[in-house]
């Protein structure tokens, strides 16, 4: 029977099917993850707050349950980092903010309480850029979360947290949320599968909004199943969110567990590579396309021609709803108050506790969504923004008509070095070059690991864009590329990480 | 520019009568209706008036990050109601948006409002001042949210100037709000305070009738914001305009457009400009102080509320509701105005008086329409009056005035007699009928206790009876008197004069 | 990019409306690199759009309601549980400058 480490090296499907089987406990396995986060998180940092006692009783619940002949769900009692810009009743949610340090929920978001329902052990909230703005957790108020690979190097962002916890097998499974490619770049970064949903998949209601209508919830796992596995058991429609999907879930795990792409056509984006892309990152991908290829599916090139305005598009349209979004931390109700002395306005109050509240990232982007939506601005900025929205998911529709899915690399470049880009936005931006338009357009894509890049030995992710409502097809297409590639490798390329050896002194060893 | 007009707050008004000769007014009438739902706009709190604070809030009508809000149906059906009462247009699609300002009493320090997609559009309510109807446009109705309410501590009025904090309470915010948005309203001349008044009044009472708030001023589920401008008379361009708050009640909408007419007339013949501003009423002196200057008008950054999805009201249930709308206060003014055979003006009277309605349920309660007109005219007003309360608050029911109407008719009640058991009716006695029995108020009918009572009558005045006996038939009053007074009044005057007569053997000719 | 594209004055004027009391070197490097960014989406303007719409939203739902019916509330305790400042039974706030 397996224990200790050789718990957390496991996957998500793996550990539930053996907590069924009663060949473990569920205790037994949260305890060794929050043993692992003990020893690791020191180095990695990806959680703001770990909850061992409500883990413990989560997992307890859960051998109850099996004890008393109840069926168990597909994930019960499987541990999971929760980005923390979720609302949890039993764990402060802060969203990376000094500006909600401390904040403790009345209420849990509808995703929180799916999660608990199926039984899910969450250890923690994990770090994430503040307000989810960012590519690398260094806008955390709280400190950069590392890259289990190389601990110099950010893990990606804004779900960077869940990433790190995840490569780091501190948990199988992370939540995070996708507005801009906040789960598909880390994902990417950390050598692991995020998947961004279709929009309205899964349930805003306790998300903590940065962009209403870009916002998307998606897991981060370590294999192709057990994303999907997270995806069905987050997704379905919630009367709490108008925007959220009434629609069938797509049968995501069947689609994981039957990786066929004979006869499949896939896109290649003309668009989405080029210069600004890395080579190894350019290496792979291409390595990508000739692996699909050779297993039948059909690669042809499609332009979409206005992705070359996805990021100022983004860039305009996220921040003007984050402006707003953002207004009600004014420290009148909940949250850090500033500067209260008896003398001062509230007015005053509000404008001091925000600037002592907000990061720089966050600052910026308030400002340039309040400038964007202004009175004689709006229709060149916000609504010009909103047409090249129109214009990006026409350019899918035609795109979807000669290809099933559209493949790109994830991100320009592998993981970079902690502070390297931490004072250049531009630069920072870029980084959300290629997983943007899927953001615009609200259909599902996928990053799937596709290597490591020759010259740093660092994760390179393939992206998988399917048609909105068609999130199987990531699976499917992800599944294939994912199996080929660990049969090639022979075992799995997490246990490649090496970013932990001195640290910890035991990070993947026991996976082989 | 002379001192008057540059001088702060006691500028020179010029009065009304005066200045409407030389200056039309234009006005445009803003109100908010708070929706009598069940339910908040976008949450399943409930809208209750006077509960414990923050005890009707949720995650979403606090603005708790995270929290989305989603359309309360039965919100967006009561607008449209409102809207098709209105002759407006309802939108075949549409879409709320976020108006973005900080104000502590706003949660989120956005609203959800509606902003270049109403609900409804391009309307009209007709308003009847005497015998003239002024159709007021509709600009638009529209939907939002309310905000919470504030206390300010500390100053001496109560009010945000000199208080030292605020207490806020959110159990208000997100209550559901329809704003009506009158279009510009000019050629009203003199008449404008009182069209004003009069377009709130109808507004309020078509409000009523469609069943969809409360409608009270006096606490704060109907409010009104006044626009008014004037311009020279023959001028090309309407004037500045200048809006009031702080409006409550009826009479307050009359004493603000009024008051601001004086205002901007001093103003403009003192060569100055009139502000536009935001400006604000008080009940106390009857005139209008500036708001807070702002150094430039809010730019509320409007776009569309990206966590609610567009309204798209289909055809069939617009039509439904447009079936289902009851009779509208102005079209039933004009059946019973037919039914009972008034002139506009004695109709106008009616309402004026607040009495419609009970004449109205007198009448449906078996009187005749001449009876309740006159008994709540009359013998009811004054008692209302020296009571100092309302009529509708007088203690008799409609049902009862029907009753003693009844009485009278079938000749058990004189008119005397009659108010004397309005009388017992108000003092609680019972029902018109006990009271009768109580108090032996009937009209005595019994011929031998009449007789007897004549009998005694002309044996106590033989000289009158003489005169009679004689032909002058006018001395029977002193008699009928006599006998009236021996039966306390409860007996019928025609009656007792031709027994008299014929006691007396003369012609009751 | 060259010209520029937003001023300092603009900035500062943003900030207020933002309600974020900045600092003056603060001020000053965000105008810099607002200068920057807003340089770069303006890139929007040169896609040709006339006669495109709008999307606010990818998902085409419409109608989207809830029944008028109550639900139970959080309870002024919870309600007011995380409030900085609390008397009454209502949140206390500091003294409010503008008139609504």
């Not at chain 2, 007709?126 to 446009?137: L, N, W, Y």
Request: proline fraction near 6%.
């Amino acid at each position: 029977m397996p224990a200790g480490n050789e718990l957390t090296i496991l996957t998500a499907a793996r550990t539930a099917g053996l907590i069924a089987a009663g060949e473990v406990s569920a205790v037994e396995v949260a305890k060794a993850h929050l043993d692992r986060i003990a020893v690791t998180d020191v180095h990695v940092r990806a959680f703001l707050h770990v909850a061992p006692d409500s883990a413990l009783a989560a997992a307890r619940a859960v051998d109850e349950q099996r004890a008393a002949g109840q069926p168990l769900g597909p994930l019960a009692g499987v541990p999971l980092a929760l980005k923390d810009v979720f609302t949890t009743v039993d764990m402060p949610t802060t969203c990376g903010s000094k500006i909600l340090a401390g904040w403790q929920p009345p209420y849990d978001a509808t995703l929180t309480g799916r999660l608990r329902a199926a039984g899910v052990v969450i250890l923690g909230k994990s770090n994430m850029d503040e307000f989810a703005m960012g590519s690398s957790t260094e806008n955390s108020a709280f400190g950069p979360s590392r890259n289990p690979w190389d601990l110099g190097r950010v893990p990606g962002g804004s779900s960077g947290g869940s990433a790190a916890a995840v490569a780091a097998y501190q948990a199988p499974l992370g939540i995070g949320t996708d507005t801009g490619g906040s789960i598909r770049q880390p994902a990417a970064v950390c050598g692991l599968v995020g998947v961004k949903p279709t929009y309205g998949g899964s349930s805003r209601y306790g998300l903590v909004a940065f962009a209403s209508s870009l916002d998307t919830p998606g897991p981060l796992a370590r294999t192709v199943l057990d994303a999907a596995l997270l995806h069905e058991a987050i997704s379905g429609h919630d009367p709490l969110d108008s925007t959220s999907l009434d629609a069938p879930v797509p049968r995501v795990v069947a689609a994981a567990r039957n990786p066929d792409v004979a006869g499949l056509r896939i896109g290649v984006v003309t668009e989405l590579s080029g210069e600004g892309y890395a080579s190894g990152v350019l290496t792979r991908f291409h390595e990508a396309v000739e692996l699909l290829e050779s297993l039948g599916a059909k690669i042809t090139e499609v332009s979409c021609p206005h992705f070359d305005y996805a990021l100022p598009a983004y860039y305009l349209i996220a921040p003007s709803e984050c402006s707003s979004n953002l207004a009600r931390f004014d420290a009148m109700r909940y949250g850090l108050r500033v500067g209260d002395d008896g003398s001062a306005s509230a007015e005053e109050v509000m404008s001091l506790t925000r600037e002592a509240g907000f990061g720089a990232e966050v600052k910026r982007r308030i400002m340039l969504g309040t400038y964007a939506l202004s009175s004689g601005y709006y229709d060149a900025y916000y609504g010009k923004a909103q047409q090249v929205r129109t214009l990006i998911i026409r350019d899918f529709a035609a795109a979807f008509e000669q290809a099933d899915v559209l493949i790109s690399p994830t991100t320009p470049t592998t993981a970079f070095g902690i502070g390297e880009r931490a004072d250049d936005p531009m630069a920072m931006y870029l980084a959300d070059l290629c997983t943007i338009p899927s953001n615009l357009a609200g259909n599902a894509s996928m990053s799937v690991p596709c290597g490591l890049a020759p010259q740093d030995g660092l994760p390179v992710g393939l992206q998988i864009m399917a048609p909105v409502l068609a999130d199987d097809r990531l699976y499917r297409v992800g599944a294939a590329v994912e199996a080929v590639l660990d049969q090639r490798r022979g075992h799995p390329l997490l246990t490649q990480a090496r970013g932990l050896d001195s640290a910890a002194g035991d990070t993947g060893e026991a996976g082989r | 520019m002379s001192s008057a007009a540059t001088a702060a707050g006691a500028a020179v008004q010029v009065p009304f009568d005066e200045a409407v000769t030389r200056y039309e007014p234009v006005i445009g009438i803003e109100t908010h209706v708070e929706l009598g739902t069940a339910a908040k706009m976008f949450c399943g709190c409930p809208t209750l008036f006077g509960t414990e604070p923050n005890s009707a809030v949720c995650p979403v009508c606090l603005g708790l990050p995270g929290s989305l809000p989603v359309i309360n149906k039965a919100a967006i059906e009561y607008t449209i109601t409102i809207g098709l009462a209105l002759n407006c247009s309802i939108a075949s699609w549409c879409r709320f948006a976020r108006k973005n300002y900080f104000y502590p009493d706003m949660p989120k320090n956005y609203q959800i409002s509606q902003y270049d997609e109403p609900l409804c559009t391009d309307g009209w309510l007709d308003v009847e001042i005497g015998d003239q109807v002024v159709r007021v446009g509709i600009e638009r109705v529209h939907l939002e949210e309310d905000t919470g309410k504030s206390l300010h501590v500390g100053g001496a009025t109560g009010r945000i100037h000199g208080a030292d904090y605020s207490l806020v309470d959110y159990n208000r915010a997100g209550i559901p709000l329809v704003e009506v948005v009158t279009k510009p309203i000019p050629g009203t001349g003199a008449l404008a305070p009182v069209v004003a008044r009069a377009y709130v009044t109808e507004l309020r009472d078509l409000l009523r009738a469609l069943g969809v708030s409360d409608v009270r001023m006096e606490q704060g589920s109907l409010r009104c914001d006044v626009n008014t401008s004037i311009a020279p008379g023959g001028a090309a361009q309407w004037g500045t305009r200048t809006e009031t708050k702080n409006v409550n009640s009826l009479r307050s909408v009359e004493r603000a457009v009024r008051s601001e007419i004086e205002r901007q007339a001093g103003v403009l013949d003192a060569g100055g400009r009139v502000v536009q501003e935001t400006r604000h009423f008080h009940e106390d002196t009857g005139r209008t102080t500036p708001g807070r200057s702002k150094e430039e008008a809010q730019d509320y950054r409007y776009f569309p509320e990206p966590d609610l999805v567009p309204v798209a009201p289909a055809p069939e249930w617009v039509r439904r509701i447009a079936a289902g709308l009851p009779e509208l206060p102005a079209a039933r003014r004009a059946r019973l105005r037919a039914e009972w055979g008034l002139s506009v003006l004695d109709m106008t009277a009616l309402v004026n008086a607040g009495a419609l309605d009970l004449v109205a349920e007198t009448v449906a309660a078996g009187a005749s329409p001449e009876q309740a007109r006159n008994w709540w005219l009359t013998e009811l007003s004054r008692r209302a009056n020296e009571a100092g309360l309302e009529l509708g608050a007088l203690a008799v029911s409609t049902e009862q005035v029907a009753r003693i109407c009844a009485l009278v008719d079938s000749g058990e009640l004189n008119n005397k007699l009659a108010r004397q058991v309005l009388d017992g009716v108000l003092a609680g006695e019972g029902s018109p009928d006990e009271v009768v029995a109580a108090r032996g108020l009937a009209v005595v009918t019994d011929s031998a206790v009449l007789a007897a009572a004549v009998d005694d009558a002309i044996a106590a005045n033989p000289d009158v009876a003489a005169k009679i006996r004689d032909g002058k038939i006018a001395a029977a009053g002193a008699l009928v008197g006599a006998v009236m007074r021996a039966t306390g009044g409860q007996a019928d005057a025609a009656s007792v004069r031709e027994l008299i007569l014929a006691r007396c053997g003369a012609d009751s000719r | 990019m060259t010209g520029v594209s937003i001023t300092r004055a603009e900035v500062a004027h943003l900030a207020k409306l933002s309600r974020l009391a900045l600092a003056d070197d603060e001020l000053d490097h965000l105008a810099e690199q607002l200068d920057v960014i807003i340089g770069a989406v303006a890139r929007v303007q040169e896609v040709a759009a006339a006669g495109i719409p709008p999307t606010t939203h990818a998902a085409e739902l419409v109608n989207v309601f809830r029944e008028d019916v109550n639900v139970p509330s959080l309870g002024a305790d919870a309600a007011l549980a995380q409030a900085p400042a609390a008397e009454q039974g209502r949140f206390r706030v500091p003294r409010i400058l503008a008139e609504d």
